[in-house]
């Protein structure tokens, strides 16, 4: 995407000199084949790097980084904080960094940078987190202890959404679980509604209606916010 004014909502992806910026709901490709929207270890070319490395997606309050690579590794760094790894087909949130660097890691441990400025998105307010005095790190203060058959329904929730051009996609439906699963429908309805009722119990916002309505459907939040906390691949 072609540089322009810095308009509310937008991501500035800065690389090799070149400014890109992601719309509200946009995504930006990267890696060395020629059908991204960033291309990067291509001259020459680094072998270490997938055709289709990675992708950034610009969220409501931060950005989702995935590794689109069956090998490669990228990695979050941002000021004062630990470098994130991103393993093969991993996704992890920016937040609460909003200045920040994704690494595309390459042969003998070469790096190739894009520099990422989501200053212009709205602030984060999810519970469950608390940044450090300078504001450079948060941690889960909530014991977030899921099932393994919790975490493997709460993965298939979030497929969709993770998939390349997913940033339109919906959360995955009880059906399209419990095909990929092999469970009932039924089942990940309740599986569902017990992770909803166990985290909003831990303080996380916006799972459950009060009082609870008939036929509620909190897919969507639900995705996200495991999305956004690292649980979608668990």
């Known amino acids: 995407m072609p540089d322009s004014p810095n308009l509310s909502g937008q991501v500035r992806v800065s690389h090799a000199g070149r400014v890109w910026r992601v719309p509200p709901d946009g995504e930006l490709s990267f890696g060395r084949g020629?059908?991204?929207?960033?291309?990067?270890?291509?001259?020459?070319?680094?072998?270490?790097?997938?055709?289709?490395?990675?992708?950034?997606?610009?969220l409501a309050d931060s950005v989702l980084v995935i590794n689109l690579s069956s090998r490669g590794v990228l990695r979050l760094s941002a000021p004062g904080a630990l470098t994130r790894d991103i393993g093969p087909g991993e996704a992890i949130t920016s937040e609460p960094h909003r200045v920040f660097e994704v690494v595309v890691v390459g042969e003998y441990g070469h790096g190739y940078l894009l520099g990422v400025d989501a200053r212009q998105l709205p602030t984060p307010t999810a519970a469950g987190h608390d940044a450090d005095l300078n504001g450079t790190a948060t941690v889960l203060n909530a014991p977030y202890d899921l099932t393994p058959s919790q975490r493997r329904v709460l993965a298939a929730l979030c497929a969709p959404l993770l998939a390349p051009g997913g940033s339109h996609s919906n959360a995955a439906s009880a059906r399209e679980i419990g095909l990929a699963l092999d469970l009932s429908p039924n089942y990940v309805r309740n599986v569902l509604k017990e992770i909803r009722e166990q985290l909003t119990a831990y303080g996380v916002p916006g799972l459950v209606s009060d009082p609870p309505q008939p036929g509620e459907d909190f897919r969507q939040p639900l995705a996200l916010w495991a999305i956004r906390y690292g649980l979608a691949g668990q």
Do not use: M
């Open 34 to 58: 020629v059908d991204v929207d960033v291309r990067l270890a291509d001259d020459p070319p680094d072998l270490q790097v997938s055709r289709r490395a990675g992708l950034l997606r610009c």
